[in-house]
């Protein structure tokens, strides 16, 4: 399972790169109806400084609307650093009387949230780039290449997909919709597979693996399992064109209207599967991509051809932070 991807995320480099259009309406949509909280941090930092330089009106707005929300957002984690540090101060001063598991716990657990705090607003804050700004995870949003009436269309959409006909609560059931197998690109994926293509273009991909199976071995008596994260970067590094499906999903209430993806994934090349990952993603060439967004309807024969006719990469690995 591809759990974390770090992706071409500069909007202006995409557009030049592949030739394609902003939706301008869809991307001023989205920041609109963002909340401060969790909302901003899932849009890459990349994603929303494509918009520091605006070139017409709606640009413009969408600039602003990104403005106002990093302001909301910065206010949330202010309210949060006041909040944790006065039960901070309340802890030390009940442990000043009597010390306490209650007070213990409360003075352990608000040091950690004024950490957290802290670095989300130097984050917020952070003018210069780094590697992680480009770096999404499940729930979190991204820059989709699509095919509007022939033209290729930059579509900013959620990674995880909802199903045609799913409600809100019916995807929460399922969470696992971030990635599409090939071996059930028929089944669980037949409404959305030779209909609805996109492509992420993405850098590097991380999976979560088990220390023993990374290291070839088998478990120690009485030892427990332990997970890692492995980043995976094809060599020579180059951007990967991933095979993705896409849904549109009506709004429920207030919410806005849903576009969101899934990326497919399959079995894995031997360095992947050396380093005990047992799915891995699909990079199609670049020769195919109109082709792949393109679908002809009922050819499912071309598809599977074009998702066959991968890119065959080699993909180096090491222990990634998270």
Request: some cysteine.
């Amino acid at each position: 399972m591809c759990y974390s991807a770090k992706i071409a995320a500069d909007l202006r480099w995409l557009e030049r790169e592949y030739g394609a259009t902003l939706s301008l309406p869809l991307f001023a949509e989205l920041f609109g109806h963002l909340k401060a909280g969790s909302g901003w941090q899932k849009v890459p930092k990349t994603m929303r400084a494509s918009f520091q330089s605006p070139c017409n009106d709606l640009e413009r707005e969408i600039a602003g609307l990104i403005g106002e929300g990093q302001r909301a957002q910065a206010s949330f984690f202010e309210t949060e650093l006041f909040k944790q540090r006065s039960r901070l101060a309340s802890a030390e001063h009940s442990l000043a009387v009597k010390a306490t598991k209650k007070a213990e716990s409360d003075k352990r657990i608000a040091s950690e949230k004024i950490a957290a705090a802290q670095r989300n607003l130097v984050d917020l804050q952070r003018v210069e780039q780094m590697d992680s700004d480009s770096r999404i995870f499940p729930g979190y949003y991204a820059p989709v290449i699509v095919a509007n009436d022939g033209q290729r269309t930059i579509v900013p959409m959620r990674y995880r997909c909802r199903l045609p006909g799913w409600t809100e609560a019916m995807e929460r059931q399922k969470p696992g919709t971030y990635n599409a197998r090939m071996d059930n690109l028929e089944r669980a994926w037949g409404r959305l597979f030779g209909v609805q293509h996109g492509v992420l273009v993405a850098n590097a991909f991380f999976e979560n693996v088990t220390r023993h199976r990374m290291e070839h071995r088998e478990l120690a008596a009485g030892e427990k399992e332990q997970n890692v994260v492995l980043e995976f970067q094809p060599e020579p590094r180059r951007p990967m064109l991933l095979a993705c499906l896409w849904s549109f999903s009506k709004s429920e209430g207030e919410d806005p209207d849903l576009y969101s993806f899934a990326a497919i994934t399959d079995d894995p090349p031997a360095e992947v599967a050396a380093a005990g990952h047992d799915r891995c993603i699909v990079p199609i060439k670049s020769e195919h991509l109109d082709a792949w967004l393109n679908p002809k309807p009922g050819d499912l024969a071309e598809a599977y051809a074009i998702l066959a006719d991968r890119t065959r990469l080699f993909y180096e690995h090491r222990l990634a932070a998270a």
